[in-house]
């Protein structure tokens, strides 16, 4: 059975920093390549970091140079670095397959104040 556990999310100011982990739970991990995802109140999610099995890393120019993706294969976890944040950065957070599965988690509120 799939699990998607998203944490880290939480409140934090302008130009401040939080580090989110989806501990993932499945055989397919290692074997896929992985998103970070987040929907604002009102929006379409969005794709904000895909890593491939090898560790290539995508952004969108949104993100690009504030956002980093990790994985460890031994621990089936992805992980969101995220830097000088934004109060437009403020949304639930996903971790998914990319291209994403039918399954989502419960995912973290990340809220950025001005």
């Known amino acids: 059975q799939v699990q998607l556990v998203e944490s880290g999310g939480g409140l934090v100011q302008a130009g401040g920093s939080l580090r989110l982990s989806c501990a993932v739970s499945?055989?397919?991990?290692?074997?896929?390549?992985m998103g970070w995802y987040r929907q604002a109140p009102g929006k379409q999610r969005e794709l904000v970091a895909r890593?491939?099995?090898?560790?290539?890393?995508n952004y969108p120019d949104s993100v690009k140079g504030r956002f980093t993706i990790s994985r460890d294969n031994t621990k089936n976890t992805v992980y969101l670095q995220m830097s000088s944040l934004k109060p437009e950065d403020t949304a639930v957070y996903y971790c998914?397959?990319?291209?994403?599965?039918?399954?989502w988690g419960q995912g973290t509120q990340v809220t950025v104040s001005s």
């Open positions: 499945g055989n397919f991990f290692r074997l896929s390549p």
């Open positions: 890593i491939s099995i090898s560790g290539i890393t």
């Open positions: 998914n397959q990319q291209p994403p599965s039918g399954y």
